[in-house]
């Protein structure tokens, strides 16, 4: 097969990006994640979509490949609370089903989960699309994070971030941790758990951002994207020397403390 | 006289003299430290020393720049000023300005007390000080690992304002939504100011924009006009929320990159050699603090034309034949501001950015990625990406669309490796984080090339 013909068989895979909340989910500096999966995309050659899903219906729900599902304030959170239940639960849960993925952070993490529990015992319910519950806790758990990852042939094994959170997150039989802390807190500061992977949802409490320092973990939801769509099963290999130079000196850090 | 407030200012005054002995920086915050020690109620006693009384200015991007310029206004009034004017806004950096400025015998000899105040300290400011006019600028995301949400930061505002004697001012930036809502809940009808001046506005909010929805049905506010970060012309769809007209507005506002800003407030025409729109707002508020204390509009203008900017605030060092600009550059909302008034009203085109995580700058990076970056792509012609996170900044230049040279963690480096890619004549930019600021600066002054900051 030619080059050329080649060329437009891969124009052909297009990946679609669904932001949950932009406007109201996106403290820990959010929106490098969505960059880092549009840029790399584009740098493999895949034709890319970015949606935004704000409050209300929207037809495009259906079209997701991947959706990224970031932190937000109390403030925000409780604006979005009900509208996830109304108007986003039921088609996460049929896209979930026909093999999209969602990457979700700290708030987006904790809501997708069974419940979340306050410090005066009231309880609010997640959507229970990953089988982990959240409590509040005392203390609040800041800092540098290192995760030895649990995602077969993962390269590097590890995922560096920052973390930022008073809820402890416990999972269930169904959900795998998304790796071993090695520096940090992580889930709940006792289990040396972080994250979660369960089918096609990853949640995490890392930002940082999480996907521009771990570019592997990028192009590990990148490449699941594109076999959706029926693309080819390896994605190019991108030069990321600057990119790992950023999760190595965070590894590095961790290693002199 | 009082024995305990003697002996907490002598002790505070000799710490300071140790600590710029021993080289150890300008004895800022320490002496405040060691004097409330001995006596807790040290800088309520010192500030009703004061023959005319205190104004304490908040808020999460200009703080310092205000206090300057209220200070410079009282100054010139012939008024005697203390002033915490390091940028030490904890309380113990307001105790120290006052115990510098304090005799030995304990008295404070001063009409004004002109105090920056860090956001989450200002309960304790107001309930010490009791000041005559407070001022809040703005509320911006900023350093959530230190400070917390935006949200828990302007109730403990609300509740200190509200806390305030009935004779009190309080002037307020109705611009900002967050700051508005503060004002709906006060007692006294505060002073709103804001931007009139739609040539200088851009239509939609920058992604670092937060804040912007509405306090009681919790839709996302119209923006009209958007001057800086979430700082515009806004209203509720549903009707429940707008911006306060303003009391005090500027308008025919014109911009020359960082060197100067002119604009008209209630008919008079002030022009300073101040630049960036962000500073238009500084202005304005230092404006409306002055003629709150009763300074007259004709004399505010004609003492403003020659006002010098604050240390690392438009600070300008040449070194080698180039010209540097040094600009502090803390917070995505702050950021976007330096980097657009540097490559679209400067036309910049050498530029370094620092980037540390210190305690001052906080721990957490990931709001660099919130900072519009991509301003400098195609137009920049050489970035360094500085400080103790700069392969993080190389990264998000990458990102960024923008070609930046290779990432330099040491700042003698970064300063080689600037002079390397500059030519002489030529004018760069340090756009930095406070610590990453103070460590190029720290490199320039090695050199000598400038000052200790706590001379200038």
Redesign the interface.
């Known amino acids: 097969m030619g080059a050329a013909i080649l060329g437009n068989l891969r124009q052909m895979e297009k990946i679609t990006v669904g932001w949950l909340y932009a406007?109201?989910m996106?403290?820990?500096?959010?929106?490098?994640n969505i960059?880092?999966l549009l840029?790399r995309a584009e740098w493999h050659g895949l034709e890319s979509r970015l949606v935004e899903l704000?409050?209300g219906p929207s037809a495009e729900m259906d079209d997701i490949d991947l959706f990224f599902f970031g932190g937000g304030?109390?403030?925000?959170q409780a604006?979005i609370y009900d509208d996830l239940r109304e108007h986003k639960q039921e088609s996460l849960t049929k896209s979930v089903g026909d093999g999209a993925q969602i990457l979700a952070v700290c708030g987006g993490y904790q809501l997708l989960g069974h419940y979340y529990q306050t410090a005066d015992g009231a309880r609010y319910d997640g959507i229970g699309l990953i089988d982990v519950k959240t409590e509040a806790g005392k203390k609040r758990f800041?800092?540098d994070v290192v995760v030895e990852t649990s995602i077969a042939g993962m390269k590097p094994h590890t995922l560096v971030g920052?973390e930022?959170h008073s809820g402890r997150t416990f999972l269930g039989p169904k959900a795998k941790p998304l790796g071993k802390v090695i520096e940090g807190k992580g889930n709940n500061g006792s289990d040396r758990t972080e994250g979660c992977v369960q089918g096609g949802i990853i949640g995490t409490y890392l930002?940082?951002?999480l996907l521009?320092?771990n570019p592997h973990l990028a192009d590990y939801l990148i490449g699941n994207a594109v076999r959706r769509r029926g693309g080819a099963s390896s994605l190019s290999k991108l030069d990321d020397s600057?990119?790992l130079?950023?999760h190595d000196?965070v590894l590095g850090r961790a290693q002199r403390r | 006289m009082n024995v305990r407030k003697t002996a907490a200012v002598l002790a505070g005054k000799a710490t300071g003299a140790l600590s710029r002995v021993s080289g150890r920086g300008g004895g800022t915050t320490l002496p405040g430290d060691v004097a409330r020690v001995i006596d807790p109620k040290i800088l309520t006693r010192l500030t009703q020393d004061l023959t005319q009384g205190s104004i304490v200015i908040t808020g999460t991007n200009g703080k310092t720049t205000t206090a300057r310029l209220v200070s410079w206004l009282l100054e010139g009034a012939g008024h005697r000023v203390v002033a915490n004017r390091a940028g030490a806004n904890l309380i113990f950096g307001v105790t120290a300005a006052a115990l510098n400025r304090a005799e030995a015998g304990g008295t404070l000899k001063a009409d004004w007390g002109v105090f920056e105040i860090d956001e989450a300290s200002l309960p304790r400011a107001v309930d010490e000080v009791q000041p005559r006019t407070t001022a809040v600028l703005n509320l911006f995301?900023d350093q959530?690992?230190r400070y917390g949400?935006?949200?828990s930061i302007a109730k403990k505002i609300e509740r200190a304002l509200g806390s305030l004697r009935q004779s009190a001012h309080v002037v307020l930036n109705g611009d900002d939504p967050r700051v508005a809502e503060i004002g709906l809940h006060l007692p006294n009808k505060p002073t709103w100011y804001g931007l009139e001046d739609r040539t200088v506005a851009s239509k939609s909010l920058p992604?670092a924009a937060?804040a912007?929805?509405c306090p009681v049905c919790?839709a996302?506010l119209i923006f009209d006009a958007v001057y800086v970060g979430h700082d515009g012309v806004y209203r509720c769809p549903n009707g429940h929320f707008e911006r306060p007209k303003p009391d005090l507005a500027a308008t025919h506002i014109e911009l020359a990159g960082f060197d100067a800003v002119a604009l008209t407030i209630d008919g008079t025409r002030i022009a300073m050699p101040l630049g960036g729109l962000y500073n238009s707002y500084n202005v304005l508020a230092a404006y409306a603090i002055a003629r709150s204390v009763g300074l007259e509009a004709s004399y505010v203008a004609e003492r403003l034309r020659t006002f010098k900017a604050a240390f690392g605030r438009q600070e300008r060092i040449d070194f080698r034949g180039r010209h540097l600009i040094l600009v502090l550059s803390k917070n995505p909302a702050g950021f976007n501001e330096t980097v657009r008034t540097a490559v679209e009203l400067a036309h910049g085109q050498h530029f370094v950015i620092g980037l540390n995580d210190r305690k001052a700058d906080g721990?957490?990076?990931?709001?660099?990625?919130?900072v519009d970056f991509e301003m400098l792509k195609g137009r920049a012609k050489s970035v360094i990406p500085a400080g103790v996170?700069a392969?993080?900044l190389?990264?998000?230049l990458?990102?960024a669309g923008v070609e930046a040279q290779r990432?330099q963690t040491d700042a003698a480096k970064a300063l080689d490796l600037l002079i390397k890619t500059t030519n002489e004549g030529d004018t760069a930019y340090l756009l930095c984080t406070y610590t990453a600021m103070l460590d190029l600066r720290a490199e320039l002054v090695r050199r000598g090339w400038a000052q200790p900051y706590w001379e200038t």
């Open positions: 406007d109201l996106n403290i820990y500096g959010d929106r490098g960059l880092t840029k704000g409050r304030q109390d403030r925000e604006l800041i800092g920052f930022n930002h940082g951002s521009p320092k600057q990119e130079d950023a000196w | 995301r959530l690992d949400e935006l949200e992604h937060d912007r929805t919790g996302s721990t957490d990076v990931s709001w660099i990625w919130d996170r392969h993080d190389a990264v998000r990458k990102y990432p």
